[in-house]
């Protein structure tokens, strides 16, 4: 049994909570920052694969308590790196240190890769390179109150990276902090949803692969993993295996969502996006301003502008406020990084979530229209 951690954007860590118990992970507990989960190998596979909201995937390789250099040193020489990285391969270290003796997190890092490819180094003769950028090998270490956590990262990649985005408008929304508002807006999976300030399509594409079941990670190449000294012919017919389940489990029903926008150029962008998902989307041109209750119940997802990244009519949150109250029985939720969006729909939230896209502190305010 292994102990996984999944990172998580600030404030998502409960929607990723949910997911992964949706999703059958064990031991899987609430905890700032992300998740910690345990399992088989298999199981940090299936995260990196299923996982909408998680940043990055971890495996524990040990912990310690730290105070000095030295110490630092030896506790990574203690754990035996030498079936995951060879000196024919990369690396990279990456260090978080809060309420420790050693603060300076690139001297820890420092420290850290002294000792990897020392490890390596007096087994095979030679020592594995170095690569920020790309590397075969990526450790974590986490440095809070004294104590060193050391992890692998599965991931590679940042698991937001699903490889359907060809293009972007101006402001993307990343697509794990999209599928985490579409989590916790309530929208049900069954019900029509639109997103009617879609940009590159990111809302529309993360609701109709939800929605359809299929796992975003199913779209990549491959995982940090799977460049691991210890991802041999085996563990690779394995993780076939367990795409091709995953695959199978797609049902391709799913109920109608659409993305409009006024911008036509975006819209082409979002088509592109779409079909390279391999999913289909509902494509309108249309303000927003225009919407309407057709008297279907709906549920409304979107990421307006909020000034600061893209230029806004300074009546446009007015505006919109009066196309929101009219939406009667619908289901809406807005990513607002201004309060004058909230202040010009003149109702109480049923929810209001402090979120950040970047770096934007924002709110999601969710509404019930009555």
């Not at 694969?49 to 495996?59: G, W």
């Not at 060809?166 to 069954?190: F, V, Y």
Request: with cysteine.
């Amino acid at each position: 049994m292994q102990e996984f951690y999944a990172s998580a954007i600030r404030q998502t860590e409960g929607a990723l909570c949910d997911e992964l118990r949706e999703g059958g992970f064990k031991s899987v507990r609430l905890n700032r920052g992300g998740i910690p989960f345990r399992g088989e190998w298999s199981e940090g596979w299936r995260a990196c694969l299923q996982s909408r909201i998680a940043q990055r995937i971890l495996v524990l390789m040990g912990r310690s308590p730290v105070t000095t250099a030295d110490q630092l040193y030896d506790a990574t020489r203690a754990i035996d790196w030498t079936p995951y990285l060879t000196s024919e391969q990369t690396l990279s270290v990456s260090c978080v240190a809060v309420g420790s003796t050693l603060t300076h997190s690139g001297f820890i890092a420092l420290r850290v890769k002294d000792a990897v490819v020392d490890q390596v180094r007096d087994l095979e003769g030679d020592r594995p390179s170095i690569d920020k950028d790309d590397p075969d090998v990526r450790v974590f270490v986490y440095l809070a109150n004294d104590k060193a956590s050391f992890y692998l990262d599965m991931s590679g990649q940042p698991l937001h990276m699903r490889g359907y985005r060809a293009r972007s408008g101006e402001a993307p929304l990343r697509e794990s902090l999209a599928a985490a508002i579409l989590r916790m807006s309530g929208w049900d999976r069954q019900s029509a949803l639109i997103d009617p300030m879609c940009g590159s399509g990111t809302l529309a594409i993360e609701a109709a692969l939800w929605a359809s079941g299929m796992a975003p990670g199913l779209a990549r190449d491959r995982f940090g993993f799977e460049r691991w000294a210890s991802h041999g012919e085996k563990e690779a017919l394995e993780v076939r295996a367990l795409r091709g389940a995953l695959r199978a489990e797609v049902t391709g029903q799913k109920p109608a969502i659409v993305a409009a926008d006024i911008d036509s150029g975006v819209l082409d962008i979002a088509r592109a996006n779409a079909k390279i998902a391999g999913i289909k989307l509902a494509i309108r041109e249309q303000s927003v301003l225009n919407l309407q209750a057709d008297g279907v119940a709906r549920t409304l997802v979107t990421n307006p502008p909020y000034g600061r990244r893209l230029e806004t009519d300074s009546n446009f949150p007015d505006q919109l406020g009066t196309v929101i109250r009219r939406l009667h029985g619908w289901r809406v939720a807005i990513l607002s990084g201004i309060d004058a969006y909230e202040k010009a729909i003149h109702l109480p939230p049923k929810h209001k979530i402090p979120l950040v896209n970047g770096d934007v502190d924002c709110h999601l305010l969710i509404y019930e229209i009555e």
